[in-house]
């Protein structure tokens, strides 16, 4: 009986093309994971220490006064306050405390009757939550959050995050003692989201910048080793993604190649299948076909032969 290995081939075939294709993937992901690092979870950190020392100066407050929070001895020169308003007041008046001024005609999102604003000044901490490749921080990191404010708290970790949606004007900060340094120097607006994203936008005024929401702003300036770092950069983006190109070019060529010699040995079974079946003997440690009927015998041709 003849054996039937040709069966055997292109499910062969198919698990090398699976492992090379889990091999790509795989490559792939740990590439754009190297490349989407964030400082999220520093964001994240600051945003619960601003929450927890703020609110608990909340005892006996009054609806329109801005009150100082005290800090631990390990956030020294940071600065924090909190004020209580109500949001028909921030809509018809809007509010103007610790460098931000927020129009009228603005309202909380989702809408709230109160809400409790939190400010803050980094001071000689910014740095160490907000930095940007390529530029130096001219000023301190400044910032403001917005929360629910019901009328009983059950529990801190109970409030709501809010956004603001200013209808006309937008919200205006500004950084104090600031025009000589910035005079005759090009510098940007940088504003950090809840999540550490960072944006940047020209300062169309000396000493203030705007925004349509709640964040961390600051003034930066382009670093003199700017331009150094950028070419760096470039080369150490150019090398990883030419070392990925490599990488990519020699497992796509293995995974060819191993198609090509998966195929054809299937294709040299086959044949072999449907041509003569031949025996098989062991020469040493090799086995080879043997033919073991000779089907015509030789003639010799001569004058002694007829």
């Known amino acids: 009986m003849k054996p039937k290995n040709g069966s055997q081939c292109p499910s062969r075939s198919n698990f090398m093309q699976n492992m090379y294709i889990l091999l790509l993937f795989l490559l792939l992901k740990l590439f754009l994971l ?14 619960v220490i601003l929450h927890e020392h703020a609110f608990k100066s909340l005892v006996h407050q009054h609806t329109g006064s801005l009150y100082n929070a005290s800090v631990p001895s390990s956030l020294a020169g940071m600065k924090l306050s909190l004020v209580r308003l109500r949001s028909r007041t921030l809509w018809e008046k809007g509010a103007n405390f610790s460098g931000f001024s927020i129009p009228p005609r603005t309202i909380p999102v989702p809408y709230v009757k109160r809400i409790h604003i939190v400010y803050n000044d980094l001071g000689n901490l910014s740095s160490h939550y907000f930095n940007i490749s390529g530029y130096d921080l001219l000023t301190s990191v400044i910032g403001f959050i917005v929360y629910d404010a019901p009328s009983h708290i059950s529990t801190i970790t109970s409030l709501r995050k809010l956004d603001l949606r200013p209808t006309g004007q937008p919200i205006s900060i500004e950084f104090k003692n600031l ?3 910035i005079k005759g120097r090009t510098t940007n607006c940088a504003m950090f989201d809840e999540n550490g994203k960072v944006s940047l936008s020209e300062m169309k005024f000396p000493n203030l910048c705007y925004t349509r929401n709640h964040g961390h702003f600051t003034i930066v300036l382009p ?23 490599v990488v990519l070019v020699v497992v796509v060529g293995r995974m060819v190649l191993g198609i090509f010699k998966s195929k054809k040995t299937c294709e040299m079974e086959r044949e072999a299948e449907e041509g003569e079946f031949l025996e098989s003997v062991v020469v040493g440690r090799s086995k080879m076909p043997v033919a073991m009927v000779t089907r015509t015998h030789p003639v010799l041709e001569g004058p002694r032969f007829p």
Do not use: A, D, P, Y
């Not at 400082?39 to 600051?46: E, G």
């Not at 150094?228 to 990883?240: A, S, T």
């Open 34 to 47: 190297v490349q989407c690092s964030t400082n999220n979870s520093l964001t994240k950190s600051l945003e």
């Open 179 to 181: 025009t000589e340094m």
């Open 223 to 245: 670093s003199e080793t700017r331009k150094k770092r950028r070419i760096w950069g470039f080369l150490v983006i150019g090398f990883v993604i030419g070392l990925f190109g």
